[in-house]
């Protein structure tokens, strides 16, 4: 009892988005000649066609599908059919996001295997091997001379570039050099440029032993040329370089200020020429004034033009509660990130909104015009170190997003907030009874980034459920079940479990959904879901 007590303990103290790191092991592979591709087509133009390109289907990560992309009607989604799955080799957790294009899907998996596959019959064209894991979404874009690649992160940020007809590595950047940094959020690709975000959740988590001291990770963002991999600018969140803060009483030198990491995909701003991200906790003293905060940064020098900081002094390591620890802040905060990627949402009238929900369970609605200021905020939920919400989705009416308290009588839900006002428009409960049943780590939380398309929002649950919600009312129009063994086109064993971080994608009247999350609170699974109409 004393374990299991230490345990629930250690996951209420992770932060949400280092929860999920470690699982068994898959079962073994298939033959890799299982489920190739018999007549290796040409890639059509990426530029031609529909597509899903990125964390947010484009720049502005609104995570919204016009009518033409997506190919599909709110009338039609009632009648989605599985049309094939796909397993993920000794993966337990199918966290990356897939892109579309040119009529591949492109997809990657934590054990460092990307892969190319039909986007209609889910056979496979290609697969790459990183030497680390890849959880990042994937981006797709022209080269020169000639012909399309795919960026991407792994784990241990390095930046890669691959060859999208072949799968041939083009070239491969390393953007920190500090042994905390890690590569989760999904780089962003703009205009021949790579925007690179790295986060550190590893000193967040050593910082509990006081013989390691605390702290010297800043997040960053890297602008690398999309053709070589050369470095056009880099940009620390914290401006200041860590400095020595004395010792701790166990002897071991302190550093600060640090932390204010990067956890999701950069927004691009186009027509401000800015670039905006959503930063993290910091970690050790003194507090500082871009962590838990929107960053607008110069798209062509990385400066800093301003940040709006929701939440000052969030100072936060694990091992900060009852029991005592030297490395601590001197004023612990509550570790209230932003996981997801601000979005630009235009409304009718044409005004712009910078939108983001932050684990606090609070949405903000900032001017860009005005260097953050606040336009609304409004409550989703109640929040918590647990929680995080990886992503909401904006149309031209409505902001969406979803609710992931994990650990309380009411972990889920799904809010749509009117964006000229900030009032509720509508709100649907989480589903009662979940569909894990009993299984472990079962909870109705919904923290993976929601989808819109005309008409229809989708969203994924920890409880391995997939459904469409009615815009004009919330109302659950399609729900799919992944909770089950599928039967794949590469012939993997593979199965569904919790749903989390990566959203559905839409495009070309398919959708496609990654199920299975294992770690401390989730369920492992390692399929790719792909459905379509008869």
Request: glycine share 14%.
């Amino acid at each position: 009892m004393k374990t299991r007590i230490a345990l629930f303990l250690m996951i209420l103290a992770l932060g949400a988005n280092g929860l999920l790191a470690q699982a068994p092991a898959a079962p073994a592979p298939a033959p890799a000649t299982t489920g190739l591709c018999k007549t290796p087509a040409a890639m059509s133009n990426p530029a031609n066609g529909t597509s899903w390109n990125g964390w947010g289907a484009g720049g502005a990560n609104t995570r919204a599908q016009t009518a033409a992309q997506a190919g599909l009607t709110a009338a039609q989604v009632p009648n989605l059919k599985l049309k094939w799955a796909f397993g993920l080799a000794d993966a337990t957790s199918a966290r990356s996001q897939p892109a579309v294009a040119g009529g591949r899907l492109f997809v990657a998996a934590e054990t460092g295997m990307v892969y190319a596959l039909d986007a209609k019959t889910g056979c496979t064209f290609w697969t790459f091997k990183a030497p680390n894991g890849v959880r990042t979404a994937i981006s797709v874009g022209p080269r020169r001379p000639s012909g399309y690649a795919i960026y991407f992160q792994d784990l241990l940020t390095n930046a890669y570039a691959v060859d999208a007809a072949t799968g041939r590595q083009i070239w491969v950047r390393k953007v920190e050099d500090n042994p905390a940094a890690k590569g989760t959020g999904s780089p962003t690709l703009h205009d021949g440029v790579l925007y690179v975000p790295v986060s550190g959740v590893n000193e967040e988590n050593t910082g509990s032993r006081p013989a390691s001291g605390c702290c010297t990770f800043r997040g960053s963002v890297s602008a690398l040329n999309a053709d070589t991999g050369e470095v056009v600018w880099k940009s620390y969140m914290i401006t200041e370089t860590p400095k020595s803060r004395g010792k701790n009483a166990a002897g071991t030198e302190l550093f600060g200020p640090a932390g204010a990491g990067i956890w999701s995909a950069p927004t691009i701003d186009a027509k401000r020429s800015v670039i905006y991200v959503g930063t993290g906790n910091g970690y050790s003293d003194p507090p500082t004034g871009t962590s838990d905060a929107v960053v607008a940064l110069d798209l062509k020098t990385g400066k800093i033009n301003w940040a709006k900081q929701v939440l000052p002094g969030d100072n936060w390591i694990l091992g900060c509660g009852a029991a005592a620890n030297p490395n601590c802040p001197e004023k612990v905060g509550p570790d209230f990130d932003f996981s997801a990627s601000p979005m630009i949402a235009t409304q009718a009238n044409g005004r712009e909104l910078l939108v983001i929900p932050q684990k606090s369970g609070m949405t903000y609605a900032l001017d860009p015009d005005k260097e953050g200021a606040l336009v609304w905020e409004y409550r989703a939920g109640r929040g918590s170190g647990v929680g995080g919400v990886w992503g909401g989705a904006v149309d031209q009416q409505n902001a969406y997003f979803g609710v992931s308290d994990y650990n309380t009588p009411a972990p889920g839900g799904l809010h749509a907030v009117n964006l000229a006002t900030g009032e509720r428009a509508w709100m649907t409960p989480a589903a009662n009874p979940k569909l894990c049943g009993t299984e472990r780590n079962c909870s109705a939380a919904q923290s993976a980034a929601l989808t819109v398309i005309p008409g229809v929002v989708f969203s994924e649950s920890a409880d391995g459920g997939v459904r469409a919600y009615s815009t004009r009312d919330g109302s659950v129009i399609w729900l799919f079940d992944t909770n089950k063994e599928f039967q794949t086109v590469n012939g993997v064993q593979a199965k569904g479990g919790s749903m989390d971080a990566a959203g559905p994608v839409v495009s070309g009247g398919m959708l496609y959904v990654t199920s299975g999350v294992g770690g401390l609170v989730g369920r492992p699974g390692n399929v790719i879901l792909a459905f379509g109409l008869e």
